[in-house]
């Protein structure tokens, strides 16, 4: 009786539930909530703390569920003051994207929207094609970037504000035709250019969602400016906007003539005192294999061997590992990768080194890094870190508060653990170059149950 019970708590009952659809056979397969939450589904994207997305593949078509779990506060305050008026996310997105149809715009057509308590549902049919951040990964495409940049910034200056536009929220089909899809956000506003604010977001929304493909410098300043003066910016507004911009990829700038070999000179005195706080957490075994990424010009190599460890380099940009072998007399093997995602297979050296790297990503993408890592080594990782309680990183902070981009990402030694405990590593050492002052730190993990595996 109380499993049944249970179950029957399971079963939910919709406040409201409207179909928009004539079709006959999405009235029956979407009836009411309650059959539309029964049906199989596949997860369409990381979930995050608020939102869901269930794509939900039927014998007529393939279908996209947007389950918000509640409605911020802030997100409230918006919808009831702003249009187009809505009371949560899901009846947002709808109002949002009925405003572009009826203006002409392709995005999502509309099925179905429905409430059950704090939750906010919204039904929704597949877009034909595939996102621009697919298309980017098969091919850097010049005019088709222009083509986008366009689109997006006449949409926003026709009054459709969509702060999360990114390269995963623009769709091309066969045909060229764009569309835009993720709308909850969107407010409907008159005609005009786009505020600044609204600029801020959107460049770096697409700006982040680029992170794992390297877009050429020029490309993404083309993107970036043809999207603002679409966007009815005026050339003054466009340079602060453009000047405040945090780079669109770390790995591409050093491919400039004479950016690698000036890295691999610069401050010799500060790399020796690095080498000193490495040499303090190292938990590395003679004969062990080291995956140095990014490993640069190759400035840990001379190190590494010396501690008669077997050492593959890797790095993103290509002009490093040139000028890593360059330098040194004694190759090791070298691969161009991207530090998110490792090309290697689990378990497949026994640590990896991640030096002076983690503090150019934002959060999220230093937490994919870490990940890599740590499914990479068989026993330890050691990363280096900038910490958020220091002068140096209160400087950045300041600097931040006038408009200057953010380059540079602290976190503390707390997050890092957590981060690493996830994928079952536990701190061995750390170090501080002079703590609360500078903000460069060190810290080596090792995994909790190493299991023994064939050396690499």
Known sequence: MRQALGAARLVPVADSWQLFSDDAAEQRTFADLAATLALPFAAAGPKNRNRSVRRIATPHGVYF???????????????????????????????VTEALRAAGHFVPRPVAQGRDGPTSYYLCAALPGRSLLECLRERIDPVLLRGVATHCGQT???GFWLPDLSAEHVFVDDEGDQYLLDLHNGRVAPAGPAPAWLLRRVLRHCRRSVRDVAVPAQPALQFAVRLLRAAGCGAASRRRLLAAQAP?????????????????????????????????????????????????????????????????????????????RRRHDAIAPAVCADARAFPFGDRAVDGVVMFRFLHHLPNDAADLAIGEACRVARRFVVVSFFHPCSLHHLQRRVRGWFGAPPTRFARSLGALRRRFARHGFTLHAQRAQTPFVRDLWLASFVRTLAQPGPSA
């Open 248 to 324: 669109w990829a770390t790995a591409t700038r050093y491919d400039a003539p004479g950016k690698s070999s000036a890295y691999a000179d610069r401050n010799p005195t500060r790399h020796a005192r690095e080498l000193e706080l490495l040499h303090a957490v190292w938990p590395g075994r003679a004969g062990e294999s080291v995956l140095d990424l990014p490993c640069g010009a190759g400035r840990l190599l001379p190190v590494l061997r010396a501690l008669d460890h077997r050492v593959v380099q890797a790095d993103g940009a290509l002009a490093m590992l040139q000028e890593a």
């Open 156 to 158: 926003l200056a026709a």
């Open 65 to 95: 569920l947007k389950v918000f779990t509640r409605t911020q506060w802030k997100n409230r305050l918006v919808f009831a003051t702003t249009a187009p008026r809505a009371r949560d996310d899901a009846e947002r997105e709808r109002r």
